[in-house]
T-cell receptor, first 113, second 114 residues
Framework: EPEVTQTPSHQVTQMGQEVILRCVPI?????FYWYRQILGQKVEFLVS????????KSEIFDDQFSVERPDGSNFTLKIRSTKLEDSAMYFC???????????FGDGTRLSIL | QQQVKQSPQSLIVQKGGISIINCAYE??????FPWYQQFPGKGPALLIA???DVSEKKEGRFTISFNKSAKQFSLHIMDSQPGDSATYFC?????????????WGLGTSLAVNP
């Protein structure tokens, strides 16, 4: 069964550094999402992306965050200058159409030191 | 208005028993209610979902009951098995621009004792 792939599984970064989290959505999917989960807290929506542009973003998704689909297969989340509070599990998801279920990757655990 | 409240936080059930997890939402614009199952080290996997035009949906041992007037929905796992031990998340979805975004409950850690 096709799946969403995320790399790396664990990223450790010094505070203030830039980090790029990578996702390969399911190949025929057109809608892409990033969510995050701080340890012990709920999963939170960050951003949705369609047709090479952001459709919706949450208040968490401030100027230090950006997303990109650099080629036909990858979908990336960049955090420009990481903060301690960015430490979380980041999940990428994709759906075939906008009203279809979202399928999730296994996440990237981001640890900011 | 964007919250989804989930209970209990943790649940222990004997093998063969019924596991029940409850969720409540506030925003009447939500029109899609999925349940996700998550095993340690893995991402959430869609288990079952319901839309508000039906009051119940059953898939195998998993049933969603939906009460639109009370703005509540619940997951019932019949004949619970040790392999069902996982974290379960309810979510609610509405439109955000051209896409849907999921608003998540806090999760329920289910342990099924053999």
């Amino acid at each position: 069964e096709p799946e969403v792939t995320q790399t790396p599984s664990h990223q450790v970064t010094q505070m203030g550094q830039e980090v790029i989290l990578r996702c390969v959505p399911i190949s025929n999917h057109l809608y892409f999402y990033w969510y995050r989960q701080i340890l012990g807290q709920k999963v939170e929506f960050l951003v949705s992306f369609y047709n090479n542009e952001i459709s919706e973003k949450s208040e968490i998704f401030d100027d230090q965050f950006s997303v990109e689909r650099p080629d036909g297969s990858n979908f990336t989340l960049k955090i420009r200058s990481t903060k301690l509070e960015d430490s979380a599990m980041y999940f990428c998801a994709s759906s075939e159409y906008r009203d279809q279920p979202q399928h999730f990757g296994d996440g990237t655990r981001l640890s900011i030191l | 208005q964007q919250q989804v409240k989930q209970s209990p936080q943790s649940l222990i059930v004997q093998k063969g028993g019924i596991s029940i997890i409850n969720c409540a939402y506030e925003n009447t614009a939500f029109d899609y209610f999925p349940w996700y199952q998550q095993f340690p080290g893995k991402g959430p996997a869609l288990l079952i979902a319901i839309r508000p035009d039906v009051s119940e949906k059953k898939e195998g041992r998993f049933t969603i009951s939906f009460n639109k007037s009370a703005k509540q929905f619940s997951l019932h796992i019949m004949d619970s098995q040790p392999g069902d031990s996982a974290t379960y998340f309810c979510a609610a979805s509405g439109w955000a621009g051209n896409n849907r975004k999921l608003i998540w409950g806090l999760g329920t850690s289910l342990a099924v004792n053999p």
